[in-house]
Every structure is written in structure tokens, then in C-alpha cells.
């Protein structure tokens, strides 16, 4: 595990515990995070996010 500073170029991002400090993470601040020139994914394993805005923010975007 690694601090949320520490996370950047990222290509993809699996979130798996539904942990307050992640609801709290907005999908547009997260953008930030992700490697430029690329399509970020995200597995939102516990649906924490919105899938509209996450793909209207340009995510790939999947969750169970």
C-alpha cells in the first residue's frame, strides 16, 4: 500500500474497500493522477462512483 500522494502516472486504478477516505476522492480530482495520453481506467469495485461521470470525464470505467 502507498500513500494517495505517491499515486501518480497512473494507467489504472482498482479500488476494492469502500473506505470513507476514497468516497471522499472526487473522479475529477483523481483525473490528475493518471498518466497524460492515456485512457484512465478505474475497477470501482464497490460502486462507489457514478458510472455516468465517470465515462463523462473520460474514465473507462467498470464496476461489479
Known amino acids: 500500500l502507498m500513500p494517495l ?3 501518480t502516472e497512473l ?3 482498482v479500488l ?3 473506505h470513507q ?4 476522492l472526487s473522479l475529477a480530482g483523481l483525473r ?3 498518466a497524460s495520453g ?3 481506467v478505474i475497477l ?7 458510472k455516468d461521470e465517470a465515462r463523462s470525464l473520460g474514465y ?4 461489479l
Not at 473507462?60 to 464496476?63: E, Q, T
Request: aromatic share 16%; proline share 3%.
Open 38 to 40: 492515456c485512457t484512465p
Open 5 to 7: 500522494e505517491a499515486m
Open 44 to 50: 470501482d469495485v464497490k460502486g462507489l462512483w457514478a
Open 21 to 24: 477516505a476514497f468516497s471522499a
Open 32 to 34: 490528475d493522477r493518471f
Open 11 to 13: 494507467d489504472a486504478l
Open 16 to 18: 476494492a474497500v469502500g
Open 60 to 63: 473507462a470505467y467498470w464496476r
